[in-house]
């Protein structure tokens, strides 16, 4: 995918905007938030141009979350920053909450009385016909995605190797 000309991070990645480098290797680049949630907040971001996870190559998404579990490891043991406990956040467009329109995995060091609360509505629990009902919808729509590995529950036949 080409990238927009405006974008921070294709900057970041190419050198050409300040970053507080954490890790860099062939595929992704690891850098400080410049507006951290909580202290050592840190992005995984791919080097590849990828809107959202639509366009983001899954081997890519397996490296990002690879890379993040990696420095997830080195907060909790560099002494840098205070971290009890890890939360990883990405967010799939502007309704989940994303800001800069090419891919990133949050790594948020987390500790009690961080000031980060990830807070829900209320709502009744969904009776278990209407889980199985979206079960069932999601379970086929994965089986007509190009490229799925994934058989809906009552097709038993496994789909030939390409
Ligand atoms: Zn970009």
Avoid: W
């Amino acid at each position: 995918m080409t990238p927009p000309p405006a974008c921070v991070f294709c900057a970041i990645v190419a050198g050409e905007a300040p970053r507080s480098l954490v890790h860099e290797d062939e595929a992704s680049i690891a850098f400080m938030d410049i507006a951290p949630i909580t202290p050592g907040h840190v992005l995984v971001v791919p080097k590849v141009h990828a809107v959202g996870l639509a366009d983001l190559p899954a081997e890519v998404g397996g490296h990002l979350f690879a890379i993040a579990q990696l420095i997830a490891a080195g907060l909790r043991s560099s002494g840098a920053v205070r971290v009890d406990g890890v939360n990883l956040f990405l967010a799939d467009g502007a309704a989940a909450g994303q800001e800069v329109f090419h891919a990133h995995l949050h790594v948020l060091p987390r500790y009690a009385g961080d000031g980060l609360e990830i807070t829900r509505a209320r709502r009744p629990p969904p009776s278990r016909a209407e889980l199985d009902t979206v079960a069932t919808g999601i379970a086929a729509a994965l089986g007509r995605l190009e490229g799925s590995p994934v058989t809906p529950p009552g097709r038993s036949a496994a789909r030939a190797p390409r």
